[in-house]
């Protein structure tokens, strides 16, 4: 019966079509391979608190919760000054903002409305700031409280809101990729 076996699989080789990974004919006898040892496990990499990164401290010395708490203090600068052209560069491409009356602003309309001077903010202070990071130390959400003071057209601003910001590191680059204000209702 095995040369049976041996002169089918002989004669129908596409039944057999990777020599090396079912055996070898050799002189009549089909020649299974040696079966190799599962490779070792890995040691698993060591668990990290939730929020935090192995990258989480960079190359100044600086963790990253630092560095995006300084980039919020450039941004809420630039809002002050109305520096269209630093917001320009610290919002990503695909940057949208839901604001704090509901509406949806890209990242052309933000920086446009502060560039024609429809929005425009006097006061600006920022308090139980949060920021925790994902994603290996890649995206960074920081959630918070400020009071703001100003106008959006003819709309006057003065109140407190709860923020949420989400930044991404693009490259060797932080941009702000999304925000989202709420107003807090007085009790």
């Known amino acids: 019966m095995n040369r049976v076996l041996v002169a089918f699989l002989v004669s129908l080789p596409f039944l057999l079509p990777a020599a090396s990974a079912h055996g070898q ?84 309309q933000a920086v446009n409305a502060f560039k024609s001077g429809k929005l ?22 920081v959630t918070g409280r400020n009071y703001a003071k100003g106008k959006d057209g003819d709309r006057v601003i003065d109140g407190s809101r709860r923020f949420t910001h989400v930044w991404i590191l693009e490259g060797l680059r932080w941009q702000m990729v999304s925000s989202h204000t709420s107003p807090i209702l007085k009790k």
């Open 25 to 108: 004919l050799i002189r009549g006898r089909l020649i299974l391979p040696r079966p190799q040892p599962a490779p070792a496990p890995q040691p698993a990499a060591p668990e990290l608190p939730k929020g935090r990164s192995a990258g989480a401290e960079l190359s100044n010395g600086l963790s990253r919760e630092a560095v995006i708490l300084d980039l919020e203090k450039q941004r809420r600068e630039a809002i002050l000054r109305n520096d269209w052209m630093t917001l320009d560069r610290l919002y990503s491409t695909d940057y949208l903002a839901t604001t704090f009356s509901g509406n949806v602003r890209t990242k052309a």
């Open 120 to 141: 425009k903010f006097e006061v600006i202070t920022d308090d139980d700031v949060l920021v925790r990071t994902y994603n290996h130390g890649h995206t960074a959400i």
